[in-house]
């Protein structure tokens, strides 16, 4: 069994192989069941999630992901999120691979949102703006600007101005022309593409401020009680998601809606969909284009495929 740790997974997902990967993944498929959540009680903490996410591709490779979500661990100075993913083998089951599961996840994250950016944002795109501090966010800035060499500016807005500050320098010091910005409103009505990865529960992106053509992605919330976006915003937009049963069952950003009859839940069209050329995606320069992005297997599974075959 090799064991494959995070700076060999950085170095073998780079956003020019993996996009393609995910590309192929979406559109043949594989066998991804609904993960399994487990609330891990932590004595004198918030409780804490364990999620196995398992995914197949019949006679090739079988693979899960086991996620834990710990979210006071940050005031330990430790990361709320850790992960490890098991590749094995489709035909035998013997396990081929143990591969670092924070920066597959990060990675194959970022891609995703950068993967349906290509379908749902404007050509013309030139200002990204970031909603977040954290390592999501971090990947989610570098791969939308590899994947779209057009954007000109990074703007980067955090709840706490000193992290979207340092946040920015980090970027610009890898090339990046990213810069903080303190009023989230103004960064809205600026932006072409927005992508968003915090962990809120009330709404930060409000409808009001998305201006016609803008594509807005969203990374952050994985829970029903989680919303990035108000009703405005979805009420305006055409929705998407990575994959759909998934994002309605387990987003706030699209059950919530739902539920004040928002959004029809027989409208979302999922990444299958675009990456199958069933859907066009955008249809013109003034349309507002949401993704949704709650995570799957078959992302995972695509990931660690590519990381072992590049060993």
Do not use: Q
């Not at 807005?157 to 980090?170: D, I, L, Q, T, Y």
């Not at 919303?227 to 059950?255: M, N, P, S, W």
């Amino acid at each position: 069994m090799r064991i494959i740790d995070a700076p060999e997974v950085a170095a073998r997902l780079v956003p020019s192989r993996l996009l393609p990967a995910l590309e192929r993944m979406f559109r043949d498929g594989c066998t991804a069941p609904a993960r399994h959540h487990h609330t891990i009680e932590v004595p004198g903490a918030a409780d804490g999630t364990l999620l196995l996410m398992p995914a197949w591709r019949a006679g090739e490779y079988l693979g899960i992901k086991l996620v834990t979500v710990f979210p006071t661990n940050p005031a330990r100075g430790l990361p709320a999120v850790s992960a490890g993913y098991l590749l094995m083998d489709g035909r035998s089951g013997a396990v081929l691979a143990m591969i670092d599961g924070g920066e597959l996840t990060a990675r194959r994250t970022a891609a995703t949102s950068a993967l349906a950016a290509r379908f749902l944002a404007r050509p013309d795109a030139r200002t990204l703006l970031v909603v977040g501090t954290g390592r999501i966010a971090r990947e989610l800035a570098r791969c939308h600007v590899a994947a779209r060499p057009g954007l000109e500016r990074v703007l980067i807005w955090g709840r706490s101005g000193a992290h979207a500050a340092a946040m920015a320098a980090e970027l610009a010091r890898d090339g990046l022309a990213a810069a903080p910005v303190g009023e989230l409103d103004a960064a809205v009505a600026a932006a072409d593409i927005i992508s968003s990865a915090t962990l809120a529960a009330e709404p930060l992106i409000r409808g009001d401020w998305v201006r016609p053509g803008t594509h807005v992605d969203l990374v952050g919330g994985y829970t029903p009680a989680m919303r990035e976006a108000d009703d405005a915003l979805i009420r305006k937009a055409h929705v998407y998601a990575d994959t759909r049963a998934g994002a309605l069952r387990e987003a706030g950003d699209l059950a919530v809606p739902i539920t004040h009859g928002v959004l029809d839940a027989g409208s979302v069209v999922d990444l299958h969909g675009l990456c199958r050329h069933e859907d066009p995606g955008r249809r013109d320069a003034s349309e507002v284009t949401v993704f949704k992005s709650v995570g799957a297997a078959l992302e995972d599974l695509a990931a660690a495929i590519l990381v072992y075959e590049s060993a």
